[in-house]
């Protein structure tokens, strides 16, 4: 396909290369600006929100009613792809992108001045609260339009998945700068880390916002969307007409997701807790460790998307489903020896098999939605996943140990997930290799083998 833009003559093949490289950059330094903030945020719920915004409450009621908090982030994520997916396939990725960047941005920014419990009681609880609900209305609409940015700019379709997993490397990019944040300041501000060292990172975020920005100002708009827009075939409302169109689709992308999501939270939010408070651990340990996971899927993200390009996208996905559902009794195994060495081997690899399923996925789910739904069917299955697995996650897991005290009950609740994740992503069609630059719902002339079709 050739890329254009409205009004303009088709892009050279340099210029088209320059711009695919743009898109790339602009999507992955973006997600991992919103993904420093989404992340920040559930790593100082572990440490330090349960004891300055709930501190009347016993210890793990007040843990409960952080990662309530917590939970609120998860909730709003389908309420921003609803809203963004709407105006993504409406008026373009580009638009949508700056304005989810600056509503996470912001919120996570305004983090950093919320008085505590001391200062205004209860309320200090409540605007938390708020400010969570915008930052995840803020991710939850980033997603699609990031990966959509990426892959509608891929100029093959045997590179695909390898091109989408770029702005997946997002997520273990803000992980890894969120935990490096938190850990300088653990340093530095010591036994202040309570009460303002914790503050700073988010404070430091408007810095990235802005680097975000310019970045994204920058870029064009994909050449599927600006062939969509030539052709007057945008939908007037294409969350409802893909509700019509896809319901399958987008539960079935929703349900493979919880072999992803659910571990990634119990392992890189939920382990803050469990390590400091039952096992003993020191903080900068478990900062640490996830660190040095988050380095790990730098490589292993980009690994399984280009994986996923060889093998089959649906195939490389249900091996990471199958591998995370069985590296929790592993992981628990490990992190209950109390041996510092163990408990760094266990928190680094259990990014692996979230990585065998993160770097497959973007693709896996975007390529599911014809191109004038796909912004809102991409992004409502993926963020739909952040009620039923992300977002109760760390709830879940803490209410398993308060009653069965063994980490095992939580490593079966990561079982069930993994099972779930196997039978809805052997449901999910497969595009890998295929077109994806006609709807899916044209009809095809004989002979015409360049229709994407999912593989059964």
């Given amino acids: 396909m050739t890329a254009t833009q409205p009004g303009a003559v ?6 088209a290369r320059r711009q695919l490289r743009r898109a790339v950059i602009a999507s992955t330094i973006g997600t991992t600006i919103e993904w420093y903030d989404f992340f920040l945020y559930s790593t100082v719920t572990g440490l330090v929100f349960a004891k300055l915004y709930f501190p009347q409450s016993d210890p793990l009621v007040g843990t409960l009613q952080a990662f309530l908090i917590y939970a609120v982030g998860f909730i709003a994520r389908p309420v921003g792809a609803a809203i963004f997916g709407h105006y993504g396939d409406r008026i ?3 638009a949508t992108l700056i304005v989810t960047l600056l509503l996470m941005g912001l919120a996570t920014f305004a983090v950093a001045f919320v008085p505590t419990y001391a200062s205004i009681g209860i309320w200090g609880a409540v605007i938390l609260t708020v400010l969570r609900f915008i930052q995840g209305v803020g991710v939850g609409g980033e997603w699609g339009g990031s990966v959509l940015m990426s892959m509608e700019w891929a100029r093959t379709n045997a590179h695909r998945g390898f091109v989408a997993s770029w702005p997946q490397f997002g997520v273990p990019a803000g992980l890894f700068l969120a935990n490096l944040a938190v850990l300088a300041m653990s340093e530095i501000s010591g036994n202040a880390f309570l009460t303002w060292g914790w503050r ?14 310019y970045i994204r100002l920058n870029i064009l708009e ?8 030539a052709e007057r075939r945008i939908e007037k409302t294409p969350m409802l007409e893909v509700l019509r169109r896809q319901p399958k689709d987008i539960l ?7 072999a992803e999501q659910a571990p990634f939270y119990i392992f890189t939010a939920f382990v803050f807790t469990y390590g400091v408070t039952t096992l003993g651990v020191s903080r900068n340990l478990l900062l640490t460790a996830v660190l040095a996971a988050s380095v790990l899927e730098f490589g292993t993200i980009p690994l399984f998307g280009h994986l996923s390009d060889v093998i089959g996208r649906r195939r490389m996905y249900m091996i990471g489903a199958a591998a995370a559902g069985v590296f929790g009794f592993l992981y628990f195994a490990m992190v209950d020896t109390r041996n510092p060495t163990w408990i760094f081997v266990a928190i680094v690899l259990s990014l692996v098999p979230h990585s065998m399923m993160y770097g497959p996925q973007a693709a896996l789910i975007a390529e599911s939605f014809t191109g004038r739904l796909r912004y809102s069917g991409a992004s409502l299955g993926y963020q739909l996943a952040s009620v039923i697995a992300g977002g109760p996650a760390p709830l879940i897991a803490t209410a398993l140990f308060a009653y069965y005290h063994s980490g095992y009950a939580i490593a079966s609740y990561v079982l069930a997930c993994g099972v779930l994740s196997l039978i809805a992503a052997s449901r999910l069609g497969d595009y890998t290799n295929k077109d994806i630059s006609r709807e899916y719902d044209e009809p095809r002339s004989s002979g015409d083998s360049g229709h994407a079709h999912p593989t059964a």
């Avoid at 079935?252 to 919880?258: E, F, G, I, N, Q």
């Fill in 92 to 94: 373009g990725r580009k």
């Fill in 222 to 229: 994909t050449p599927i969307f600006a062939k969509l827009l």
């Fill in 10 to 15: 088709p892009l050279s093949d340099e210029d």
């Fill in 252 to 258: 079935l992308s929703a349900v493979a997701r919880m």
């Fill in 200 to 213: 700073v990172p988010f404070f430091l975020s408007i810095v990235l916002v802005a680097i975000g920005l």
